[in-house]
């Protein structure tokens, strides 16, 4: 079953684990590149293994396209992993 992409209280969001901490803090360096290359930064929450990303435009307070971007990109980037 694939992992997709909630709206939660006005937000996008998406849970991922991965085989250990060296792992999600990998994933985290890459979203955050990605992020910063669209000025769009997502909230980010790790447990060990486990990354939750919150998704959401701040100064609408809501969901724009541009976090459906944002997802798509890290999407493309979790299927090259």
Avoid: C
């Avoid at 992409?5 to 937000?11: N, R, T």
């Amino acid at each position: 079953m694939q992992n997709k992409w909630k709206q939660d209280s006005g937000k996008l969001v998406k849970n991922f684990s991965f085989q250990n901490f060296k792992e999600a803090l990998k994933f985290i360096n890459n979203v955050g590149e990605i992020a910063d290359s669209m000025n769009h930064h997502p909230k980010i929450i790790n447990i060990y293994n486990t990354v939750r990303l919150e998704l959401w435009t701040h100064d609408q307070n809501t969901i724009s396209d541009l976090d459906f971007q944002l997802a798509d990109k890290i999407d493309h980037l979790t299927s090259e992993i």
